[in-house]
Structures are given as C-alpha cells and as structure tokens.
C-alpha cells in the first residue's frame, strides 16, 4: 500500500475539534456538554442576511468572479472605509474563509523552508496551513503572566533566521483574546521595515474591542504599506461561522496578483455564500452595539467566575471571545479529556480547548486551555459550576 505525504502527516488534528468523539460518547450518556471549547457563536445572525438567501432571484447558480462579486467587494471596501481602512474593491480578493485567505497569504508571499515569526499561544490552524504552504511557524513566546501582551522587540529579532520572510498576527487574538494597541503595532512595523519582511495580519475579530478599546488596523501602518497583506471573515463579525467566506486584502500589487491566480484555480467563492455576506454587510450599527454589550457581559461572567476558583488563573482579555486560562492540573489534555469520559456534574461537563495545540511545543501549553464565552451567561455560570467541581474531583489536580 502506497504511503501519504509527509505533507499530510505534518498536519496536526485540531485541538479544538480533536475531542469531538469524546463528546458525542457523553451525549449518548445523556450528559449535558457546554461547549466552551470552540468560537461558535450562539448569537443570531443579522436577519438581512437570512432574507437573501430566501429570497433569491437567481435561475442558475452560477459560478461568480474569481476575486467575488464585484457588488460585494465594493461593498466591503465602503465597510472597511467606514472603520478607517482606506481600501478599494480591487484590492480585495473574496475566499472561502478566512482559512483560504490565510494559506493565500502564505503560499504567495513565501517559499517552501521559508519561515513565518508569530507570538504564541497561537491560532492552532495556522500549523496546518504551514504545512500545507510548506513553511515553518517559528514561534515568539507571549506569556499568560503579563496577560499575553507582545513579546519584546529583542525577542522577534533572536529569533530570526535568514529563512524568515513574515511575521503573522491575529489583532485581537486567539486564543488570548488580547488586544495589540498602536505602540505594539509601531513595534512589529518597524521590525518588519528594518527586515523586509511581509507582515500577514488575522483581523477576523477586529468588531469585537470591550472597556472603551480601539481596534488599531496593521493596513494603517505607515511606511509598509506593500509589506502588509490583510486576512478577514464574516464568520465571527455577523455570526455567519457556516457560510464559509472570508476575503484577503493587499495594496501589493504582486500579492494580489499571485493571490489571483489562486483564485482562478479554485475558480469562484460560493456565490450563495456572497449573496449572505453582501446583505450582511447592511446590518445596522445597532447589530454590532447589542453583540458587544452582549459579549462583554459575557466575558465579565466567565472570567470572573474562573478567577473565584481556587488555583485558577484567567486574564481579563479586551478583545474577541476567547480565554486562555492556568489550570491546577497536571495536563490539560488528560484533564479535558477525562471531564468528557468520566465526570459529569448535575448531568452536565464541560468540554475545553487544551492548549497544548496553540504552542509549537506542546509541552508548554500543558497547564492551560482556551475557552471560549460563546454561550449565554446562565450557560457558562452552570459550566463554571462544572469546572470546579470537577477540578476538585480530579485524580491529576496540582
């Protein structure tokens, strides 16, 4: 029997998604699982969006442009300049997902053995698009005790090798859910300026800033302006995680141009996918000024019930929907694990993202998990309730 790549065996399983057996075991139990685990978002998507998709005219589905509808992109283009963005429709390329947009921006910009610089903990698929890209992630360690801020400027430049050819960010992040300000941003921009590098920015979650913070865009950063290549989503912004859309931006000519290529190969994003995304983008001011106020309640909620249970250490993140958390145990993967396989609290568990998945070496995600407040918050008070009833029961607890 033949044997499969070893691109195909570099790829590492989700760590999100790696439990998802265990889980259905435990509702076939009849135990209850909050799923805190994964950023699926229990809010409605607009309802503008739901309407066009029922009330499409289209006789034939056909396939759209290779960049997306030339209706939606300029649509996007008056979004993205009405957050302070100043870019136009064809400087957008339509993908499927901010996935593709991501392994867009990899494979154009970098060659095989070439090296992308990212702090971690990191987004866990930005391994499987490497791989795929045949480059390496070389990781710059943030750390949970100053809340995940950016690591310092010394540490970007040790770790630099002449292979490396990109610093990747995801502003605000995941798993962290921190928040990069402007002096941060200006401290990456002028690494990027004094190497030559490109700078691939994950700005999916740019909507969602809490206590009066601003989301700073790496397109507005001066001085790189054809170094940066923006990656985004709807799937997060409008609660659209299904449809699949997602869109990658550059003022760089030969970026777009080899990204187009791409594009052509694949020959068009989902068109009913645009249809939604394009009516989504009307979605009232209103829509965004709820979900906020809603997601920061939420994240009040859980992070302060975390913080009441002994030996449990959670940031108070400005941004996104995530939490990465010090857990007193002895491996967050045996402990998740075992919540799902042999723990249940008033007919319910708690299902979590450990992060050994989010660092280069596993080892040093071992103590912690990200979670997401995705659920509402009498959901995520009974899945707290359930987490520290289990740390107490568990045979591995530090």
Known sequence: MPHI???GLSIAPSPIRKLVPYAEQAKKRGVRVYHLNIGQPDIETPQVA??????IQEKVFAYTHSAGMESYRRKLAEYYRRTGIDVGYDEIIVTDGGSEALQMAMTVCLDTGDEILTPEPYYANYNGFAAEAGVR?????SHIGNDFALPPVADFEKALTPRTKAILICN???????L?????LEAIAQIVRRHDLFLICDEVYREFCYDGAVHHSSMNLAGIEQNVVMCDSVSKRYSMCGVRLGCI??????IYDGAMRMAQARLSPPLLAQIAAEAAVDAPASYFEAVNTEYRSRRDCLVSRLNEIEGVYCPNPRGAFYVTVKLPVDDADTFARWMLESF???GATVMIAPASGFYSDPATG???ARMAYVLNREDLSAAADCLAEALRQYPGRL
Not at 137 to 141: A, H, K, T
Not at 172 to 178: C, D, R, V
Not at 180 to 184: A, D, I, K, L, S
């Open 137 to 141: 992630i070389l990781p710059v360690r």
């Open 180 to 184: 990069y300000n402007r002096e941060e």
């Open 5 to 7: 790549s070893d691109k």
């Open 366 to 368: 071992r103590h912690e």
């Open 50 to 55: 739901i309407n066009a998709v029922r009330n």
């Open 172 to 178: 605000p992040n995941n798993p962290t859910g921190y």
């Open 344 to 346: 249940s609290h008033n």
């Open 249 to 254: 931006i550059t003022r760089n000519r030969e």
